[in-house]
């Protein structure tokens, strides 16, 4: 509202938030911090887990950072950017998602202490930015260099990453599993460098036996069973046909009439569309190829003479599915029978039908040099198999970072400690009130040791001033061994290590949402539309006398509506 010659002008629409100023700042530091102390728990190995129950019922256990925000319902803007936070971190390197939430927060707790001190939101941010330029640079610095064939580090950082999960009791298996998947599927782009496509290592999850259970298939799992019951079950040295096209006769994309005069016409008929489908059969005999995986359909006749044959057929198989299995038997995709020839079908050692539970699934494993492979989740319930499943998912993506970024630190806080202990030798050169924040930079990391100390129990002064001695000795690898408590020298040591990758982005992200949170100074929430009267109709059209003429305007005395419960807007 503005004011015109002493009359009101009225600007927004009525009923329009407006928060300005200092209010308008506290409002959106106070809800991203509640953010951060929500996963703040959830940090590190002796973190806690979240149980999270939708509007449905539908129950979460989980203490993955990005899984915990996404479920819950965040209504404040400012809270939603730290949700954003989070998925960016996910989608990006696909770990540390509670990391870079924490250190947000944290940002914005010390930040508020500046502006109090009337230091303006410019000053902090350019501070910020120029401490995270910074810290990145020192990550880089203090990293070891690795791999794909530093299969020790690639391992450790898998293991590293699911010591906070539920899988933790497995992740020497489940850590030597991922990093075989990510080495099947590893291929180098055209400058040399190694790219690893995460979307080829499929996953499939089954309830049923437990955790040290869960096995990587060097083929693909097919959800699907074998079209007869006369055909094999088991196939070794399987020659694989892949087709996209149906093995049954075509129908004419037009309306077409037969006139049949005689009953020997109609079986003149009968006996040219079994030929034409023997045929086809014949085709797939003589490539020498014994399972044949459809993309469409299979004729009843056609999976008969398939059947005498002794070849194992599946069909209705997704297009996705195919292209996996090209990938991973090396088999050219056909669309049509009369190209196909022995030289380009797939290879696998064994192909088989099996039970699982209550279903039938196809295995096409033993493939020759697998370039899509598949990793099957079992755990005894649901809720399990799908941490189980978070905790695989942030394994293969580390493991990744690894192998695409070849660089490696310390973990148990060691890289936070560093950074901070640089950043204050830094911030001293510079300047006017930027210093200010380049210091508060540096403090805010230590909330990740901190925080980590907190969880496992122990003292966080005590912890936090073990871990800067020994950094102040030159020990850039120093961090906790949250098992006893006791400062370790050299993490990488114990195997205790993390893509430099991950800290980098939890540092960028966290740094870029709290700049953009803290320029902020005015918010102006409009009022939800309510929707037009009478129940969403225009008004005259609102059915119960809203806009009716005078006497219309709804039942006669006695008769005005069902009773409660009954009516057509009682809920």
Not at 450 to 478: P, S, V, W, Y
């Amino acid at each position: 509202m503005a004011q015109l010659g002493g009359t009101p002008v009225l600007i927004m629409r009525e009923g329009t938030e407006r928060q300005r100023g200092r209010d308008a700042m506290s409002n959106n530091i106070a809800a991203a911090i509640v953010i951060a102390e929500a996963v703040r728990t959830s940090l590190g190995p002796r973190g806690m887990d979240k149980m999270l129950v939708d509007q449905f019922g539908d129950v979460v256990i989980t203490n993955d950072g990005a899984t915990i925000l996404k479920e819950i319902d965040v209504q404040h803007p400012a809270a939603k950017m730290m949700v954003e936070v989070a998925k960016t971190q996910d989608s990006e390197v696909g770990d540390g998602t509670t990391t870079s939430v924490i250190l947000a927060g944290e940002l914005l707790k010390r930040a508020k202490k500046l502006l109090e001190q009337k230091i303006h939101p410019t000053v902090i941010t350019e501070g910020f930015r120029k401490a995270a330029d910074k810290a990145v640079e020192i990550l880089n610095s203090i990293s070891i260099k690795s791999g794909i064939d530093d299969e020790e580090g690639l391992k450790n950082s898998a293991m590293t990453c699911m010591s906070s999960k539920i899988v933790s009791e497995s992740k020497a298996k489940l850590a030597q599993m991922c990093m075989n998947a990510i080495k099947a599927v590893a291929e180098k782009d055209g400058n040399g460098n190694w790219v690893v496509d995460i979307e080829k290592v499929q996953i499939q999850k089954k309830a049923g036996d437990s955790i040290d259970d869960t096995s990587l298939i060097k083929g693909i799992i097919l959800d699907k069973e074998v079209v007869s019951p006369g055909m094999p079950k088991i196939i070794n040295d399987a020659k694989i046909l892949l087709l996209q096209s149906a093995i049954e006769l075509e129908k004419t994309e037009f309306d077409s009439k037969l006139q049949i005069t005689s009953p020997e016409q109609i079986q003149e008929f009968l006996d040219e569309e079994e030929k034409m489908i023997r045929n086809m059969v014949e085709k797939i005999v003589n490539s020498g190829a014994n399972v044949v995986i459809c993309q469409k359909g299979i004729d009843d006749l056609a999976q008969h003479f398939l059947s005498r044959a002794g070849i194992m057929a599946i069909r209705r198989v997704k297009k996705s599915d195919i292209e996996k299995l090209a990938k991973a038997t090396g088999g050219m995709i056909y669309t049509n029978l009369d190209d196909v020839t022995a030289e380009k079908l797939g290879f696998a050692g064994l192909v088989e039908e099996r039970k699982i539970m209550n279903d039938s699934w196809i295995f096409i494993e033993e493939c020759k040099d697998p370039k899509s492979v598949v990793i099957l989740i079992r755990g005894g319930t649901d809720l399990i198999i799908d941490e189980v499943d978070r905790a695989i998912h942030d394994a293969l993506c580390v493991i990744r970072d690894v192998v695409e970024d070849q660089k490696l630190v310390g973990g148990g806080g060691a890289p936070e400690i560093e950074v901070a202990i640089q950043l204050r030798k830094y911030a001293s050169t510079l300047g006017g009130r930027e210093q200010l924040a380049v210091e508060i930079f540096a403090d805010s990391l230590d909330i990740i040791p901190k925080t980590l100390a907190e969880n496992a129990g122990l003292d966080q002064i005590d912890t936090l001033m073990k871990l800067r001695a020994a950094h102040q000795q030159g020990n850039k690898f120093a961090g906790t061994d949250l098992d006893t408590g006791d400062v370790v020298l050299d993490m990488a040591k114990i195997g205790v290590v993390e893509p430099t990758v991950v800290k980098v982005q939890a540092i960028k992200s966290s740094t870029e949402a709290t700049s953009m949170i803290l320029r902020i100074d005015d918010v102006i929430a409009s009022q939800r539309s309510a929707g037009p009267p009478g129940g969403g109709m225009p008004p005259g059209m609102g059915g119960m006398g809203g806009g009716m003429p005078p006497g219309m305007g709804g039942m006669p005395p006695g008769m005005g509506g069902m009773p409660p419960g009954m009516g057509g807007m009682d809920y």
